[in-house]
């Protein structure tokens, strides 16, 4: 078992070189879709990230009234913190409110008119932040249901906006990414099966001096892991490289970076080396199996 | 060049001398129709036994590429029986088959040697791919170059070399296992006729060693000239089976 692990390996690393503009052109094929695998990838998780940023902002807002208790407040926000649907809530007092307001107009650059007025107009509310956009109904309802709140602002509207967009955008974002895959999936396969079908007269040969099945498939397959795992590490090679100014592009471009970078790195180094070595292995025993089978 | 020119070319053994050595090759009544129709072996049987040597000739579609494919079990016999040292090949499983095989060299026109690889890795190659060990390996592969007079080419690649050193490679590689059986196709048709003097006499060699060799050619002056058993082969089936025999009917 082991010499002719042994013996395969060598074979296939012999097989490599020794077809080597072959190998380049799979190499390189193979180097393109990964990359393009791996550049959609990390696309499709920035701009997952960025909708769940955008999901976030959806806030229910209670407005309170201007004789609204403590204690009220209190059990008010009390409530909300037991919910599951609540991520946080948050009070804001009226000058809060006011104090906000004035540092949107001066970031606007608008004049600053509040000075003029005798007391404070704006409300005292209630910020809630949901973990999940949709699920507002209970929170609306417990607090439209508080005493000292005046009234709750309609989200139903703005929730349907902000997921019908999201939701267009991911399911776009999915498609697009498992045609990718295909894409991908079928080139890398099929260069596999030609430079598999360049070497049909080896294949040929070996049948006849009476090599069997396994001695026959076996090298192949570890030169297509081989092709695979060499395509797959100078991908990683390409993309560490661009990291820098990819986070940069990303940070700009979804305005948000993936929640966390390291694990996006380390799903994408899965994803090309499992997709390198595996589309290699699974080429390479398809193509050489229907010269097997006769 | 005149028909007797060829070197050192012997009277074949009688007949006689065969009738008791066991059938190496034996075909029952076989028929091969392929796949649309096209038959191209009816009702063949033939025995051929241990030691000789034989010409199988006839025009290009008679049957015989398809008669040699059954031999090493590239085909299968649609009807009739194919036996090789006893055993029947179509009753082969299939992990058995590369077993057969190795019992048999093969030679052809076009030689299949690996283009990249050299005369040494080339003969080795038919032994590496059985799994064979390294330090047998060796010793076999020289031995075999030694005896095709291939020792001083072992580290050449098939293009440096002329014709006739890329056959006696092939020659070596079909010889490597030590088969008891050679099937050779058309093994001068790429060569000019002195070369395949070469290569004719090298197998009259191995023949001697007691290697049956089973002949396809269409060289009509070497068929002639060794007055071996000769099979011809017309539209599939076997039209003449005679002892000691010229390339045509000369009755």
């Given amino acids: 078992m082991i010499p002719f692990v042994v013996f ?19 190499t390189a094929t193979m180097t393109f879709m990964l990359l393009l695998l791996g550049g959609f990838w990390i696309v499709q998780s920035g701009l997952s990230a960025g909708l769940q940023y955008v999901e976030q902002k959806v806030q229910v807002v209670a407005y309170l009234k201007d004789d609204a208790t403590q204690d009220q407040v209190d059990a008010a926000m009390a409530g909300l913190k037991q919910m599951p649907e609540v991520k946080q809530a948050d009070y804001v007092s009226k000058n809060d409110a006011l104090t906000r307001f004035r540092a949107n107009l001066a970031e606007r650059g608008q004049p600053d008119l509040t000075g003029s007025l005798d007391t404070n107009p704006l409300p005292a509310s209630i910020e809630v932040y949901l973990v999940d956009p949709t699920d507002f109904a209970a929170v609306v309802a417990h607090l439209d249901g508080s005493p000292g709140v005046d009234r709750v602002d309609d989200v139903q509207q703005l929730v349907d906006r902000v997921t019908t967009v999201t939701t267009v955008i991911r399911t776009g974002g999915i498609v697009a990414l498992i045609l990718v895959g295909l894409t991908v999936l079928f080139i890398i396969v099929n260069t596999i099966r030609l430079a598999v079908t360049s070497r049909a007269e080896e294949i040929e040969i ?38 820098g100014p990819l986070s940069t592009l990303m940070l700009g471009f979804f305005r948000v970076l993936p ?30 199996r229907s010269y097997l089978i006769r | 060049m005149t028909l007797l020119a060829g070197p050192g070319i012997e009277r074949p053994a009688p007949a006689a001398t065969f009738g008791a050595a066991r059938p190496v090759i034996l075909l029952r009544d076989v028929t091969k129709t392929y796949p649309g129709g096209r038959s191209a072996l009816r009702d063949v049987d033939l025995t051929i036994r ?29 009807e009739g029986q194919v036996f090789i040292d006893g055993t029947d090949l179509a009753r082969l499983k299939r992990r058995e088959i590369p077993k057969v095989r190795r019992r048999t060299g093969t030679i052809f026109q076009d030689f299949k040697l690996l283009p990249n690889r050299t005369v ?58 030590d088969p008891r059986l050679i099937i050779a196709d058309e093994p001068t048709g790429n060569l000019d006729p002195l070369i395949s003097w070469e290569i004719i006499q090298l197998l009259l060699r191995i023949n001697e060693l007691g290697v049956t060799v089973l002949m396809a050619t269409h060289d009509a002056e070497v068929v002639t000239a060794l007055r071996r058993r000769v099979v011809a082969l017309e539209e599939g089936r076997v039209v003449r089976d005679e002892l000691g025999a010229a390339y045509h009917r000369e009755d």
């Fill in chain 2, 120 to 177: 040494w890795e080339n003969v080795a190659f038919a032994l590496e791919v059985t799994g064979a060990p390294r330090k047998r390996i060796v010793p076999d592969v020289d031995r075999v170059l030694a005896l095709v007079g291939l020792t001083a080419q072992a580290a050449q690649v098939p293009t440096q070399l002329s014709g006739g050193e890329q056959q006696r490679t092939a020659i070596a590689r079909a010889l490597v296992h």
């Fill in chain 2, 50 to 78: 241990e030691g000789e040597f034989v010409f199988i000739v006839g025009p290009s579609g008679a049957g015989k590429s398809t008669l040699l494919k059954l031999l090493i079990r590239d085909e299968v016999a649609t």
């Fill in chain 1, 8 to 26: 395969s390996i060598r074979r296939a690393w012999q097989g490599f070189w020794r077809n080597g503009l072959m190998s380049i052109a799979a």
């Fill in chain 1, 206 to 243: 070996m049948r006849l001096v009476g090599a069997s099945d396994a001695f026959i498939r076996w090298p192949f397959i570890f030169e297509g892991a081989l092709v695979g795992l060499l395509g797959a590490l100078v991908t990683l090679l390409i993309l560490a490289a661009a990291a």
């Fill in chain 1, 259 to 288: 929640l966390e970078f390291g694990s996006l790195v380390r799903d994408v180094a899965i994803l090309v080396l499992v997709t390198g070595v595996g589309l290699g292995v699974v080429g390479s025993y398809v193509s050489v």
